[in-house]
């Protein structure tokens, strides 16, 4: 409906590769060079076929060595040996969606986040099952990781989103570069593991200076 966008959508769940707002390390330092390179956000499919030339040229200075002075037959013959011998998380090649490395089925195993639309925006769960490569004993004694069968454990993975409502600047000292601020600092999370209704805990902050903030009560 084009006077209340997101009607039919709000509220529903969908899978997708990667969501940027709950993404690890690698994925927001890529997006942040993508944008300033680009002037918008890289989609999915920018990560994704980032991955790709990344692999490739991981692979090609691999093998380039052994296979400088060889024919374009025998450098693609050692680069398809490099490939099948990424098949364990153990010898993965690093990237942006992902540890790369590939299954006896020569196919790529990949774990996917879920996401929720909030009106028109597409956002991260409050919840996520996360992929673990190695499980301490500790971790599997307290059932503290998801058995998803054939060996596969997952984690739960909760996700926090925070923001900042402004309620008024009262001082700027431009010759000092100073200010002074009220301001609500806000978190919204899943009260619990079952993925229930979230809450939204907020925290009163006066700040005052360049880079220095006293928290209050948030009835303060």
Known sequence: MRDNPGFFTDGVYAVAPMIFDSAYADALNFAERYQA??????????????????LLATAIRATYAKTASSDLRARRQAIQTFLNGLDSPARAVSGVTAPIWFAPPRNRQQAVRMGRFQGTLY????????????????ELASGALIDAGDGHLLRRQRVVSTGMYLNE???IDVAQSTFSADLYIWLRYAQ???CGPCRCERHRVTRTGAGRARPQPAGA
């Open 37 to 54: 390179r680009y002037g918008h956000e890289p989609s999915q499919e920018s990560a994704q076929g980032y991955d790709a030339v990344r």
């Open 123 to 138: 956002e991260s769960a409050p919840i996520q099952l996360a992929p673990v490569s190695v499980a301490n004993r500790t």
């Open 169 to 171: 600047i009262n001082r």
């Open 192 to 194: 619990s593991t079952d």
